[in-house]
């Protein structure tokens, strides 16, 4: 299994070269190809030895929460829907979706998955694979979709099928990663429209493309040639998450920024863009897009790039001091059970903390309450509360803070006559939002162009949420 995480760099790809070896194209990972050739290394979970020539992925199972396999595709012989067994029974023991091991070992395989938007990827891997490489591919198929469909759901999958088995047939030759980048998959097949499939249904054609796409025999394979727009636009929005842990006394215990860098680009031609910040410093173990170029980023920390045509990520990065991380909330909290007692006391109180003058809003709290818990009476001073009495989950839907009137909820915890006292309290599982706020302090400098001579309208957007930000009681 992964011990520690690695960055990875996005849009990888390989081919297939003699004896089977994986060859990565320096063309599309640019200066991080010997980076990857270092750092990314089988796991010792796939045993050792030579690779044998055979593919990559052998199978992709696409599973909805309701444990359903609603679509498959095989790269040449067909794997039995019985192989999932393997994934359902470690999902069974897994208390939360996320808690699913990545990669579960079975007598004949490996199955390597990823959770995203209600849904699991999970590959059938045969040989010795690198599982990061795995992982990175089965993200970019879901971005894939969510790029054409404008959602990563069974219902868009299922209502674009003909489209999933031409892009999966695409990115995906003979088990290896072919064509990734969303600029050349739209070239080869076209997005679906209401037009193009009436078309399509009288005429009997399909979305594959004619031509083969121009990225594709260029080394800018992120971009086509030819680009034109009315009006020229660059637009990045920062979105910082905050993964904490924070103790009954108030005390941070863990803390840790995960950020991402996302962009708008549509300029005409072939415009050279240079982004710099102000505190670049900040960033650890950062991720770039293979448009980058990494020595730049070396000796000046200035992103120099040719942008992909449309939206892309950036970079992603992680902020891991926690003398920088400020915590945007606080919590006040009283709970308790009685001995012997068929009720308790539930009290919380949340306010703004170094919250740098910003509105926090769509504020969420859940809280998973004992199996003891009956029913629960509370009483909210701001927003909604439910209770499900099933899975003894208890939601209270604050919405934003105002500092003069803290927003609390308070009442009476119903127990189970006669049952024990419960042996530990409930954790807090805070969501929030704060509108143009980078929490880690990142704030870009200027954003400069060359290569063209009109001057293109641009903007920078920050946001920052919550990730995994627990308040323990």
Not at 210 to 216: A, C, E, I, V
């Amino acid at each position: 299994m992964l011990t520690a995480p690695l960055s990875r760099p996005s849009g990888l790809s390989c081919r297939q070269g003699r004896k089977g070896e994986v060859h990565l194209q320096p063309g599309l990972l640019g200066s991080q190809a010997q980076e990857v050739q270092t750092r990314w290394r089988p796991s010792p979970c796939f045993g050792a030895g030579k690779r044998s020539p055979t593919k990559m992925i052998h199978s992709l199972f696409l599973i909805n929460c309701s444990g359903d396999i609603f679509l498959e595709k095989h790269w040449k012989s067909v794997v039995s829907q019985s192989v999932c067994d393997y994934f359902f029974e470690a999902q069974e023991k897994a208390a939360d979706v996320e808690n699913v091991p990545p990669v579960i070992s079975t007598p004949h395989h490996y199955l390597i998955s990823i959770h995203r938007d209600r849904l699991f990827f999970v590959s059938v891997i045969q040989t010795e694979v690198p599982p990061l490489f795995v992982i990175e591919f089965l993200h970019r198929v879901a971005d894939t979709f969510q790029d054409y469909f404008g959602e990563c759901s069974e219902a868009a999958i299922k209502d674009n099928v003909v489209i999933v088995y031409e892009l999966l047939e695409e990115m995906l030759d003979n088990g290896f990663p072919l064509a990734t980048e969303s600029n050349i998959l739209k070239e080869l097949i076209k997005p679906p429209t209401i037009l193009r499939s009436v078309v399509n249904s009288i005429t009997g054609s399909s979305n594959v493309g004619d031509t083969l796409p121009t990225g594709q025999l260029s080394n800018i394979p992120w971009r086509r040639a030819g680009v034109k727009y009315t009006n020229n636009e660059a637009y990045f929005d920062v979105v910082e998450e905050i993964d904490a842990i924070i103790d009954k006394s108030g005390s941070t215990v863990f803390a840790e920024i995960q950020g991402v860098i996302d962009a708008c680009i549509k300029l005409s031609g072939m415009p050279d863009l240079s982004l710099s910040f102000m505190n670049p410093r900040l960033l650890d173990d950062v991720s770039f897009h293979p448009c980058i170029r990494f020595k730049r980023w070396e000796s000046e920390r200035v992103l120099s790039f040719i942008p992909p045509d449309g939206n892309f990520r950036l970079i992603s990065y992680r902020v891991s001091s926690q003398n920088l991380v400020a915590i945007p909330v606080y919590v006040k909290h009283s709970i308790s059970f009685k001995e012997n007692s068929s009720c308790g006391r539930f009290d919380i109180t949340i306010g703004p903390k170094q919250n740098m003058g910003k509105t926090i809003e769509g504020i969420t709290v859940t809280v998973h309450m004992p199996k003891v818990v009956l029913n629960m009476n509370l009483t909210p001073t701001q927003g909604s509360y439910t209770f499900d009495p099933v899975t003894k989950v208890l939601t209270w839907d604050v919405g934003k803070i105002t500092p003069q009137k803290l927003p609390s909820l308070k009442g009476l915890v119903n127990l189970q006559s006669g049952a024990p006292k419960p042996e530990e309290n409930p954790s807090l599982n805070i969501q929030f939002k704060i509108q143009q706020l980078a929490i880690s302090g990142l704030k870009v400098n200027r954003l400069d162009m060359y290569g063209e001579k009109y001057k293109p309208f641009k903007g920078v957007k920050y946001v920052t949420k919550a990730g995994k930000f627990q308040v323990r009681t």
